[in-house]
């Protein structure tokens, strides 16, 4: 199938059409328009430094559902101690650098670059994107950011600078998820950290129907935060 160029104006070709390993698009910019139309049909930037900015839809995509996330008993005993304190939208710009400053097994360099950390930046002021973090004694130790739609939640990355401080923050995001009626975290690509908390692949078809159904929810516009959870 061909990979299509992107006009000026915000518009997108059906995702379906996408190449087998998931490129659909190229060119385009990152304004929060065309990012917000982007995630609305299923479609998210993924690119590398001075390249142009390419659009996926990959096939099978990874969900991970709220209900669904998986805690292991090592990882619950740690959720259960006072040893993290997890916050969200309290430090955005922090946790975007750290993923971006993660080394990753695989990749030469960072896919999270400087237009990129501005442009989810914007998103987040605008209330659409969002951060977790997980604090040791006053440090940022670990986290994750994504962006928001009706009842969707699509993950971009997460760090973790001590054990199981990234899961924490997806555990405790999915649970806050769960008690705001969000009906799934869209993981994007497999990775078996994920996989081994619950992700599954599903088809693309079945991953945009799900899709349709969870935008049919409002907005929950931020800035976050949690609703008086506990760890367990």
């Known amino acids: 199938m061909p990979i299509y160029r992107l006009p000026k104006s915000f ?41 142009p900015i390419l659009w996926w839809s990959p096939d099978p995509r990874l969900v991970l559902y709220p209900d669904q996330v998986h805690v292991s008993k090592s990882l619950e005993r740690v959720l259960a101690k006072p040893k993290y304190q997890v916050t969200l939208d309290q430090a955005f710009g922090e946790v975007i650098a750290a993923c971006a400053q993660t080394k990753r097994e695989g990749q030469d360099g960072t896919w999270i670059l400087e237009d990129m950390q501005a442009a989810y930046t914007k998103l987040h002021h605008l209330g659409y994107a969002h951060s977790v973090e997980t604090w040791e004694e006053g440090r940022l130790v670990g986290g994750l950011y994504g962006v928001s739609l009706g009842a969707a939640f699509f993950g971009e990355s997460m760090f973790s600078h001590r054990p199981d401080a990234s899961k924490a923050a997806l555990v405790r995001l999915c649970r806050q998820l769960e008690l705001w009626g969000f009906e799934l975290v869209d993981c994007q690509v497999p990775t078996s950290h994920l996989k081994s908390m619950g992700a599954q692949e599903v088809p693309r078809e079945t991953f945009l129907e799900q899709l349709e159904h969870a935008l049919q929810s409002p907005h929950r516009l931020g800035p976050w935060s949690f609703d008086g959870l506990q760890y367990t």
């Open 11 to 51: 518009l997108f070709p059906d995702p379906r059409e996408a190449e087998p390993e998931g490129i659909l698009a190229v060119g385009g910019g990152l304004e929060p328009e065309r990012l917000l139309l982007a995630y609305g049909q299923g479609i998210f930037p993924w690119y590398a430094e001075n390249n």
